[in-house]
Protein backbone atom coordinates (compact mmCIF):
# COMPACT_ATOMS: atom_id res chain seq x y z
CA UNK A 1 0.00 0.00 0.00
CA UNK A 2 1.54 3.39 -0.71
CA UNK A 3 0.54 6.62 1.25
CA UNK A 4 -0.60 9.25 -1.06
CA UNK A 5 2.43 12.30 -0.84
CA UNK A 6 1.91 14.97 1.32
CA UNK A 7 0.55 17.86 0.02
CA UNK A 8 2.78 21.07 -0.25
CA UNK A 9 2.99 23.79 2.68
CA UNK A 10 1.33 26.25 0.09
CA UNK A 11 -0.09 25.19 -3.21
CA UNK A 12 -0.96 28.64 -5.55
CA UNK A 13 -2.45 28.27 -8.65
CA UNK A 14 -3.03 30.80 -11.22
CA UNK A 15 -3.32 33.28 -8.37
CA UNK A 16 -4.49 37.04 -9.89
CA UNK A 17 -4.71 40.05 -8.30
CA UNK A 18 -6.29 43.47 -9.68
CA UNK A 19 -6.35 45.90 -6.94
CA UNK A 20 -9.28 48.62 -7.54
CA UNK A 21 -7.77 51.57 -9.94
CA UNK A 22 -6.92 48.41 -11.91
CA UNK A 23 -3.50 47.65 -11.35
CA UNK A 24 -2.60 44.02 -11.81
CA UNK A 25 -0.25 43.12 -9.17
CA UNK A 26 -0.12 39.57 -9.94
CA UNK A 27 -0.79 38.07 -13.35
CA UNK A 28 -1.52 33.89 -13.00
CA UNK A 29 0.85 33.16 -10.36
CA UNK A 30 1.72 29.37 -9.48
CA UNK A 31 4.08 28.20 -6.85
CA UNK A 32 4.43 24.80 -5.20
CA UNK A 33 6.12 25.55 -1.92
CA UNK A 34 6.93 21.70 -0.36
CA UNK A 35 6.64 20.82 3.41
CA UNK A 36 10.27 21.33 5.67
CA UNK A 37 11.71 23.76 3.05
CA UNK A 38 13.11 27.47 3.98
CA UNK A 39 11.67 28.95 0.64
CA UNK A 40 12.77 32.37 -0.49
CA UNK A 41 10.59 34.49 -2.61
CA UNK A 42 12.71 37.29 -4.35
CA UNK A 43 11.64 39.44 -6.67
CA UNK A 44 12.38 43.59 -7.29
CA UNK A 45 10.32 46.39 -6.16
CA UNK A 46 6.69 46.22 -6.72
CA UNK A 47 6.97 42.57 -8.09
CA UNK A 48 4.03 41.35 -5.82
CA UNK A 49 6.17 39.59 -3.15
CA UNK A 50 3.35 41.82 -0.34
CA UNK A 51 0.18 40.98 -1.94
CA UNK A 52 1.15 37.03 -2.21
CA UNK A 53 1.63 37.18 1.26
CA UNK A 54 -1.02 39.61 1.87
CA UNK A 55 -3.63 36.90 0.79
CA UNK A 56 -1.82 33.94 2.17
CA UNK A 57 -2.19 35.88 5.64
CA UNK A 58 -5.69 36.73 4.61
CA UNK A 59 -5.41 40.79 4.46
CA UNK A 60 -5.77 40.95 0.58
CA UNK A 61 -8.61 39.37 -1.27
CA UNK A 62 -7.53 37.66 -4.86
CA UNK A 63 -9.14 37.99 -7.83
CA UNK A 64 -8.91 34.80 -9.35
CA UNK A 65 -7.20 31.54 -8.76
CA UNK A 66 -6.77 29.34 -6.27
CA UNK A 67 -4.36 28.85 -2.84
CA UNK A 68 -4.09 26.06 -0.46
CA UNK A 69 -2.55 26.65 2.89
CA UNK A 70 -1.36 22.68 4.82
CA UNK A 71 -3.65 21.27 2.27
CA UNK A 72 -6.56 23.53 3.21
CA UNK A 73 -8.25 25.80 0.45
CA UNK A 74 -8.45 29.71 1.98
CA UNK A 75 -11.65 29.72 0.16
CA UNK A 76 -13.43 26.72 1.27
CA UNK A 77 -11.34 26.09 5.20
CA UNK A 78 -10.61 29.65 5.87
CA UNK A 79 -10.02 28.56 9.72
CA UNK A 80 -7.66 25.61 9.04
CA UNK A 81 -6.06 27.53 6.51
CA UNK A 82 -5.67 30.55 9.23
CA UNK A 83 -4.32 28.37 11.98
CA UNK A 84 -1.90 26.25 9.90
CA UNK A 85 0.16 29.83 9.31
CA UNK A 86 1.66 32.42 11.07
CA UNK A 87 2.55 35.51 9.30
CA UNK A 88 5.35 38.34 10.19
CA UNK A 89 4.59 41.28 8.39
CA UNK A 90 6.58 43.47 7.17
CA UNK A 91 5.64 46.86 9.04
CA UNK A 92 5.68 46.88 12.84
CA UNK A 93 2.46 47.15 14.18
CA UNK A 94 1.49 46.70 17.99
CA UNK A 95 -0.47 48.09 20.57
CA UNK A 96 2.58 50.36 21.87
CA UNK A 97 0.74 50.06 25.97
CA UNK A 98 0.98 46.18 26.03
CA UNK A 99 3.97 44.43 27.25
CA UNK A 100 5.58 41.82 25.46
CA UNK A 101 3.78 39.11 27.46
CA UNK A 102 0.56 40.94 26.90
CA UNK A 103 0.94 40.94 23.44
CA UNK A 104 1.35 37.31 23.04
CA UNK A 105 -0.92 36.36 25.36
CA UNK A 106 -3.52 38.41 23.55
CA UNK A 107 -2.76 37.01 20.05
CA UNK A 108 -2.93 33.34 21.59
CA UNK A 109 -6.38 34.18 22.95
CA UNK A 110 -7.40 35.23 19.65
CA UNK A 111 -6.10 32.34 18.22
CA UNK A 112 -8.04 30.49 20.83
CA UNK A 113 -5.10 28.54 22.12
CA UNK A 114 -6.34 27.60 25.79
CA UNK A 115 -4.10 28.77 28.27
CA UNK A 116 -2.60 25.49 29.64
CA UNK A 117 -1.11 25.26 26.02
CA UNK A 118 0.02 28.77 25.55
CA UNK A 119 4.14 28.93 25.21
CA UNK A 120 4.49 32.64 25.99
CA UNK A 121 7.64 32.41 28.08
CA UNK A 122 9.23 29.95 25.78
CA UNK A 123 8.57 32.18 23.23
CA UNK A 124 10.25 35.23 24.48
CA UNK A 125 13.24 33.34 25.33
CA UNK A 126 13.58 31.98 21.60
CA UNK A 127 13.67 35.55 20.70
CA UNK A 128 15.93 36.54 23.48
CA UNK A 129 12.99 39.07 25.10
CA UNK A 130 12.27 37.04 28.15
CA UNK A 131 13.95 40.06 30.28
CA UNK A 132 11.66 42.18 28.16
CA UNK A 133 8.40 40.08 29.30
CA UNK A 134 6.94 42.79 31.07
CA UNK A 135 8.39 45.89 29.44
CA UNK A 136 6.18 48.20 27.38
CA UNK A 137 6.45 47.14 23.57
CA UNK A 138 7.17 51.23 23.17
CA UNK A 139 10.25 50.89 24.93
CA UNK A 140 11.68 47.86 23.38
CA UNK A 141 14.32 48.85 20.19
CA UNK A 142 13.36 48.16 16.59
CA UNK A 143 15.12 44.89 16.41
CA UNK A 144 13.34 43.51 19.78
CA UNK A 145 9.88 44.56 18.44
CA UNK A 146 10.88 42.82 15.12
CA UNK A 147 11.54 39.70 17.65
CA UNK A 148 8.54 40.17 19.43
CA UNK A 149 6.31 39.93 15.31
CA UNK A 150 8.26 36.64 15.03
CA UNK A 151 7.08 35.39 18.60
CA UNK A 152 3.61 36.97 18.31
CA UNK A 153 3.30 34.64 14.56
CA UNK A 154 4.38 31.83 16.24
CA UNK A 155 1.78 31.66 19.19
CA UNK A 156 -0.63 29.24 17.77
CA UNK A 157 2.40 26.91 16.78
CA UNK A 158 1.72 26.78 12.92
CA UNK A 159 3.45 24.47 10.92
CA UNK A 160 4.31 27.27 8.25
CA UNK A 161 5.90 30.95 9.14
CA UNK A 162 5.80 33.12 6.25
CA UNK A 163 8.15 36.10 6.92
CA UNK A 164 8.10 39.49 4.92
CA UNK A 165 11.36 41.43 4.42
CA UNK A 166 12.13 40.41 8.08
CA UNK A 167 15.35 41.88 7.83
CA UNK A 168 15.07 45.01 5.93
CA UNK A 169 16.87 47.81 8.16
CA UNK A 170 17.83 45.04 10.82
CA UNK A 171 21.77 45.36 11.78
CA UNK A 172 24.09 42.56 10.26
CA UNK A 173 24.17 40.94 14.06
CA UNK A 174 20.93 41.06 14.65
CA UNK A 175 19.82 39.92 11.57
CA UNK A 176 22.14 36.37 12.09
CA UNK A 177 20.31 36.18 15.30
CA UNK A 178 16.90 36.31 13.59
CA UNK A 179 18.20 33.29 10.92
CA UNK A 180 19.90 31.22 13.79
CA UNK A 181 15.79 31.13 15.39
CA UNK A 182 14.37 30.59 11.51
CA UNK A 183 17.18 27.58 11.23
CA UNK A 184 15.91 26.48 14.75
CA UNK A 185 12.45 26.37 13.70
CA UNK A 186 12.90 24.76 10.46
CA UNK A 187 15.00 21.90 12.00
CA UNK A 188 12.15 21.50 14.13
CA UNK A 189 10.13 21.20 11.36
CA UNK A 190 8.40 24.07 10.59
CA UNK A 191 8.24 25.20 6.83
CA UNK A 192 9.57 29.18 6.47
CA UNK A 193 8.23 31.08 3.41
CA UNK A 194 10.55 34.34 3.42
CA UNK A 195 10.96 37.42 1.20
CA UNK A 196 14.20 39.70 0.78
CA UNK A 197 15.73 41.48 -1.17
CA UNK A 198 19.03 40.32 0.13
CA UNK A 199 20.29 38.10 -2.14
CA UNK A 200 23.20 36.58 -0.41
CA UNK A 201 20.58 35.88 2.42
CA UNK A 202 18.82 33.75 0.02
CA UNK A 203 21.51 31.96 -1.03
CA UNK A 204 22.72 31.29 2.03
CA UNK A 205 19.73 30.52 3.55
CA UNK A 206 17.25 29.33 1.22
CA UNK A 207 16.56 25.45 -0.20
CA UNK A 208 14.48 26.64 -2.96
CA UNK A 209 13.61 30.33 -4.13
CA UNK A 210 11.06 31.57 -6.48
CA UNK A 211 11.51 34.81 -8.42
CA UNK A 212 8.65 37.24 -9.23
CA UNK A 213 7.87 40.02 -11.36
CA UNK A 214 5.49 41.97 -13.25
CA UNK A 215 3.27 39.81 -11.01
CA UNK A 216 4.74 36.55 -12.80
CA UNK A 217 6.27 33.68 -11.37
CA UNK A 218 9.89 33.62 -13.90
CA UNK A 219 11.42 30.79 -11.91
CA UNK A 220 11.18 28.21 -9.15
CA UNK A 221 13.83 26.02 -8.13
CA UNK A 222 16.16 24.42 -5.92
CA UNK A 223 18.95 27.31 -4.84
CA UNK A 224 21.90 24.83 -6.42
CA UNK A 225 19.82 24.91 -9.75
CA UNK A 226 19.37 28.29 -9.73
CA UNK A 227 22.74 29.14 -9.18
CA UNK A 228 24.04 26.69 -11.70
CA UNK A 229 22.04 28.68 -14.36
CA UNK A 230 24.41 31.89 -13.89
CA UNK A 231 26.53 31.33 -17.81
CA UNK A 232 29.17 34.15 -16.35
CA UNK A 233 32.28 33.24 -15.05
CA UNK A 234 35.06 35.62 -14.24
CA UNK A 235 38.53 34.44 -13.76
CA UNK A 236 41.59 36.95 -12.76
CA UNK A 237 44.97 36.87 -13.91
CA UNK A 238 47.63 37.74 -12.79
CA UNK A 239 50.94 38.19 -15.60
CA UNK A 240 54.59 38.34 -15.22
CA UNK A 241 55.03 41.60 -16.56
CA UNK A 242 53.14 45.38 -16.52
CA UNK A 243 50.65 45.57 -19.32
CA UNK A 244 49.17 48.50 -21.31
CA UNK A 245 46.54 46.61 -23.51
CA UNK A 246 44.41 43.93 -22.80
CA UNK A 247 45.28 40.85 -25.23
CA UNK A 248 42.08 39.26 -26.85
CA UNK A 249 40.85 35.69 -27.77
CA UNK A 250 37.79 34.55 -29.39
CA UNK A 251 36.87 32.69 -26.16
CA UNK A 252 36.59 36.00 -23.71
CA UNK A 253 33.40 37.46 -23.41
CA UNK A 254 34.87 40.55 -22.13
CA UNK A 255 38.26 41.31 -21.08
CA UNK A 256 39.77 44.33 -18.66
CA UNK A 257 42.99 45.15 -17.03
CA UNK A 258 42.23 45.79 -13.41
CA UNK A 259 45.80 46.72 -12.31
CA UNK A 260 49.13 46.91 -14.20
CA UNK A 261 49.81 43.07 -14.41
CA UNK A 262 46.34 42.22 -13.95
CA UNK A 263 43.25 40.74 -16.13
CA UNK A 264 39.82 40.08 -15.45
CA UNK A 265 38.25 38.12 -18.21
CA UNK A 266 34.53 37.44 -18.34
CA UNK A 267 33.85 34.19 -20.36
CA UNK A 268 30.23 32.46 -20.84
CA UNK A 269 30.22 28.70 -19.37
CA UNK A 270 28.49 27.16 -21.68
CA UNK A 271 31.18 28.43 -24.71
CA UNK A 272 34.53 27.87 -22.66
CA UNK A 273 36.10 26.63 -19.61
CA UNK A 274 38.92 28.03 -17.46
CA UNK A 275 41.21 25.94 -19.42
CA UNK A 276 40.87 27.51 -22.99
CA UNK A 277 40.78 31.04 -21.15
CA UNK A 278 44.11 30.38 -19.09
CA UNK A 279 45.92 28.79 -22.82
CA UNK A 280 44.36 32.08 -24.41
CA UNK A 281 46.28 34.37 -22.11
CA UNK A 282 49.45 32.01 -22.18
CA UNK A 283 48.78 32.12 -26.40
CA UNK A 284 49.60 35.64 -26.55
CA UNK A 285 53.25 35.64 -24.90
CA UNK A 286 51.84 36.17 -21.41
CA UNK A 287 53.36 33.58 -18.41
CA UNK A 288 50.40 33.00 -15.79
CA UNK A 289 51.57 34.36 -12.15
CA UNK A 290 48.17 34.11 -10.52
CA UNK A 291 44.70 32.86 -10.49
CA UNK A 292 41.47 34.21 -8.75
CA UNK A 293 37.88 32.53 -10.06
CA UNK A 294 35.01 33.85 -8.90
CA UNK A 295 31.45 31.40 -8.79
CA UNK A 296 28.46 33.48 -10.16
CA UNK A 297 26.24 34.03 -7.37
CA UNK A 298 22.29 34.48 -7.15
CA UNK A 299 23.15 38.34 -7.68
CA UNK A 300 24.19 37.30 -11.33
CA UNK A 301 21.11 35.05 -11.53
CA UNK A 302 18.54 37.21 -10.57
CA UNK A 303 19.87 40.22 -12.52
CA UNK A 304 20.28 38.01 -16.08
CA UNK A 305 16.37 36.36 -15.29
CA UNK A 306 14.63 39.65 -14.08
CA UNK A 307 16.60 41.55 -17.13
CA UNK A 308 15.28 39.02 -19.30
CA UNK A 309 12.07 38.88 -18.58
N1 LIG B 1 -3.55 48.54 -2.12
C1 LIG B 1 -3.06 48.70 -3.36
N2 LIG B 1 -3.76 49.38 -4.31
C2 LIG B 1 -3.27 49.52 -5.55
N3 LIG B 1 -2.08 49.03 -5.97
C3 LIG B 1 -1.35 48.35 -5.08
C4 LIG B 1 -1.78 48.15 -3.72
N4 LIG B 1 -0.83 47.44 -3.07
C5 LIG B 1 0.16 47.21 -3.95
N5 LIG B 1 -0.14 47.75 -5.16
C6 LIG B 1 0.68 47.69 -6.39
O1 LIG B 1 0.79 46.33 -6.78
C7 LIG B 1 2.12 46.04 -7.26
C8 LIG B 1 2.75 44.94 -6.41
O2 LIG B 1 3.00 45.45 -5.10
P1 LIG B 1 3.61 44.56 -3.91
O3 LIG B 1 3.61 45.41 -2.69
O4 LIG B 1 2.93 43.26 -3.87
O5 LIG B 1 5.10 44.35 -4.43
P2 LIG B 1 6.38 43.81 -3.65
O6 LIG B 1 7.00 42.81 -4.57
O7 LIG B 1 6.00 43.35 -2.32
O8 LIG B 1 7.28 45.09 -3.55
P3 LIG B 1 8.23 45.58 -2.36
O9 LIG B 1 9.45 44.75 -2.47
O10 LIG B 1 8.48 47.01 -2.74
O11 LIG B 1 7.49 45.41 -1.08
C9 LIG B 1 2.87 47.37 -7.19
O12 LIG B 1 2.81 47.96 -8.45
C10 LIG B 1 2.10 48.17 -6.17
O13 LIG B 1 2.21 49.55 -6.44
Same mark, same amino acid.
Given at each position: ????????? =?? =?????????????????????????????????????????????????? $???????????? =??????????? =?????????????????????????????????????? &???????????????????????????????????????????????????????????????????????????? &?????????????????????????????????????????????????????????????????????? $????????????????????????????? &????? &???????
Amino acid at each position: MTDSPAPAA =IE =IRNLTKVYKGGKRALDGINLSIPRGQIYGLLGPNGAGKSTTINILAGMVN $KSEGDVSIWGFD =IDAHPRNAKNS =IGIVPQEIVFDPFFTPFETLENQAGFYGVPKDRRRTME &LLRAVHLDDKAHAYARTLSGGMKRRLLVAKAMVHSPPILVLDEPTAGVDVQLRQQLWAYVRELNALGVTIVLTTHY &LEEAEELCDRIGIINHGKVITDKPTRELLAMAQEKVVQVTVDRDLTVAPDAPCFEKVELSGDRTLTITYM $KDRANAGQVLSAVQASGLAIVDVVTRDPD &LEDVF &LNLTAAA
